[in-house]
């Protein structure tokens, strides 16, 4: 060999190991900086370099050229016959394409990885396929299958000793089991492998895919307790990371904790961060993010920002949010929030949870455009899906949509007793935007049963919370409710507020959804109105109204 050429391989090869040394202390920049040297002295040492090149460069959120560089790899490794290498240069080219929304482009790797590490089940490189292949079963809805590939990981990961492989295995296995109904026994396999994060053992990688796994899983649960636990771990493990994928998931999920602990302003600045980090990196995720920021935006009042943030997510991942729905609730839009909600309903088959974040919202706008029987089957759905589940969420979740319910249907008796248990649950759940919702419909029913005193107790506590939240509509809306007035002829305020849509020129079925009653509600309310006013029609009864100053305005 020429003096010269002595000289290049030995520079290579200290580029090389700087690279590699660089990438163990987790310096993306100085990593992705020391591969910039040309060509390596042979073709697997200029594989590795463009696999360290492709590591380094995913960290940094360089996408495309970290999928170029992981491609060029792969062809090299293969051409080798190094297959284990080739095989999990594969498995990595699946996910990245899976965060770029490319699943037919990610499918034909992962079969690709399949045909280099089939037959050569003893390594940690087949561990991390078959675990891909167990994600896909799972998302197809395919339990049993996903369970069982999952649960052999995790004992190859222990036969290994591969950390990572177990790590990632074990939170496979918790999201599979909480698809089952086994909320609990998941939510443990989960945090099993959260141990390992937070006592530094796991890979960035590991550490990122278990931390936003757990994360996702009590959004789905409504387990704000749980995730406020890892929130602050969570954050500092994204400061280090600060350019990544993984930290600007971490945010996404962090905001919701935020939102939950009614911290709304710190909740759009982290979501609005990782909108940002996330921007061109990955769309279906960064949409995520979009869609986090609408709903801080709507319990703020903010429905204009809302729907921009939700159009943001629908342009980003190129279908529509069922956010949307609620929104339009707020907007007095209920044919298009019915339509919206029905909808994402529909498409939503299989996942008992995601169905169980869309059926309150079903309940609501179902109550509010008076159509009860389908309310009533939300409901049924919901307290299955709480039953199945056993967590505290669900049951407080279901017992708020039972209390609407009943509301509606004008039994004051059990709406009191739905509404009173929701309190309680989400008391227990310390989440002070529930609490106050819970509080006002506790008043409306209080006052429908002729507790004065006990609606009036409610509407002030829920107007103190949703004041200090921030959330101007709520708080309107029960400041409104807080202050009796002196009603003529024995009239209730319930009464009034009947009177008044009735000299609005509305009919039965447009105070049904403004009221959230039955039309056969309605109907024995005004029957009592005429009575008490000594009116035998509507007109009459809007006279009176206008004569007492109970049209329009605020009683």
């Not at 696999?51 to 170029?68: K, N, S, V």
């Not at 080798?80 to 290498?85: E, I, K, V, W, Y």
């Not at 609005?272 to 949409?287: I, Q």
């Not at 005004?526 to 009116?535: A, C, D, P």
Request: hydrophobic fraction near 45%; charged fraction near 25%; charge should be negative.
């Amino acid at each position: 060999m020429s003096t010269a050429g002595s000289q290049r391989e030995g520079t290579s090869g200290d580029a090389l190991d700087a690279a590699r040394d660089a990438l163990a202390r987790h310096d993306w920049l100085a990593a992705y900086e020391a591969t910039e040297w040309s060509a390596a002295a042979d073709l697997l040492s200029e594989a590795t370099r463009l696999d360290i090149r492709a590591e380094a460069a995913w960290w940094l959120g360089r996408m495309d050229e970290c999928i170029a560089s992981r491609e060029a790899a792969y062809a090299i490794f293969d051409e080798c016959g190094a297959n284990r290498s080739a095989g999990q240069c594969a498995v990595w080219l699946y996910e990245h394409y899976a965060f770029k929304a490319q699943p037919s482009i990610g499918g034909a790797w992962l079969r690709r990885a399949r045909h280099r590490l089939d037959g050569d089940v003893d390594c940690a490189e087949y561990g991390s396929l078959v675990l891909r292949e167990a994600e896909l079963a799972h998302g197809a809805g395919d339990l049993e299958v996903a369970a069982e590939q999952a649960q052999a990981m995790v004992e190859l990961g222990r036969r290994l000793r591969a950390i990572d492989l177990e790590a990632e295995a074990l939170q496979t296995v918790g999201r599979v089991l909480m698809d089952q109904g086994r909320a609990n026994e998941g939510l443990a396999y989960l945090d099993e492998a959260m141990l390992f994060a937070v006592e530094g053992r796991l890979g960035p990688y590991a550490t990122g895919k278990v931390y936003c796994s757990l994360m996702s899983a009590c959004e789905e649960l409504g387990d704000s307790r749980r995730a406020a636990e890892w929130t602050d771990a969570t954050a500092r493990w994204s400061e280090h990371h600060p350019f990544a994928v993984f930290p600007g998931l971490c945010r996404v999920h962090r905001a919701w904790t935020l939102q939950c602990r009614g911290d709304w302003a710190e909740a759009e600045q982290e979501v609005t961060r990782a909108c940002a980090e996330l921007a061109g990196v990955s769309r279906a995720h960064a949409a995520a993010g979009f869609v986090e920021m609408s709903e801080v935006r709507r319990r703020v009042g903010d429905l204009d920002g809302a729907e921009a943030a939700l159009r943001e997510a629908e342009v980003l991942s190129g279908r529509p949010k069922s956010g949307l729905a609620l929104v339009r609730l707020a907007q007095g839009r209920l044919d298009a929030a019915t339509a919206i909600i029905v909808r994402a309903l529909d498409e939503e088959t299989w996942n008992r949870l995601a169905r169980a974040k869309l059926l309150p919202a079903r309940v609501q706008i179902a109550v509010a455009s008076g159509d009860l029987a389908s309310a009533r089957v939300a409901v049924t759905e919901l307290e299955t899906i709480a039953s199945a589940f056993d967590v505290p969420a669900l049951w407080a979740v279901s017992a708020s949509a039972r209390g609407r319910l009943l509301l509606a249907e004008g039994d004051a008796g059990a709406a009191c007793v739905a509404l009173r248990e929701a309190f309680d649950r989400w008391q227990e759940l310390d989440v002070p935007y529930e609490i106050a919702t819970a509080r006002l419909l506790l008043g409306q029913a209080c006052r429908l049963a002729g507790d004065e005193d006990g609606a009036i107790g409610s509407f002030m506590a829920a107007t103190a919370i949703f004041e200090r939240l921030g959330a101007a509509l709520d708080t309107r809306a029960a400041r409104d409710l807080c202050t009796p007035a002196a009603l003529p002829a024995g009239l209730t305020r319930r009464e009034v507020e009947v009177l008044r849509i009735v000299a609005a020129g509305q009919s039965n079925k447009d105070i049904a959804a403004t009221l959230f009653l039955s039309e056969k509600t309605v109907s024995r309310h005004l029957s009592n109105i005429f009575t008490k006013i000594g009116v035998s029609s509507r007109s009459a009864a809007t006279a009176f109204a206008f004569e007492h100053g109970l049209a329009g305005g605020t009683t």
